[in-house]
């Protein structure tokens, strides 16, 4: 069971950054992927980035990639996601979630790939 807290959201105007943590509980943090995802009003949750466990390969979404940094520290169970740059259209709550990954290598960008989820934190881009 890994249970999963974010925190490091809030309100910034365009153009600003913030930085996202996703503490996780568990003593293997370090055999699983993490991804972050994102949801807006009346949107379905999407995929935003994503990081293994062995040889911390990173996947973007189109749409953040330049932008945000995905990064893990296995020593604190911590995954972070750096956003500069921000946009209006970056406001969403943003959630982590964990699963075991098949491989170091494996990175997922499906909901459906993952075991575990946080609560969300909300971010909000004003223009």
């Known amino acids: 069971q890994v249970q999963l807290v974010e925190s490091g959201g809030g309100l910034v105007q365009a153009g600003g950054s913030l930085s996202l943590s996703c503490a996780a509980s568990?003593?293997?943090?370090?055999?699983?992927?993490m991804g972050w995802f994102r949801q807006a009003p009346g949107k379905e949750r999407e995929f935003v980035s994503a990081?293994?466990?062995?040889?911390?390969?990173?996947l973007y979404a189109d749409s953040v990639r330049g932008r945000f940094s995905i990064s893990r520290d296995n020593a604190k169970n911590t995954v972070y996601l750096q956003m500069n740059s921000l946009k209006p259209e970056d406001t969403a709550v943003y959630y982590c979630?964990?699963?075991?990954?098949?491989?170091?290598?494996?990175?997922?960008?499906?909901?459906?790939?993952?075991?575990?989820w946080g609560q969300g934190t909300q971010v909000s881009v004003s223009s």
């Open positions: 979630a964990a699963t075991r990954g098949a491989s170091g290598a494996s990175v997922y960008v499906q909901t459906s790939s993952y075991e575990y």
């Open positions: 568990g003593r293997t943090f370090n055999r699983y992927a």
């Open positions: 990081i293994s466990w062995g040889d911390f390969s990173t």
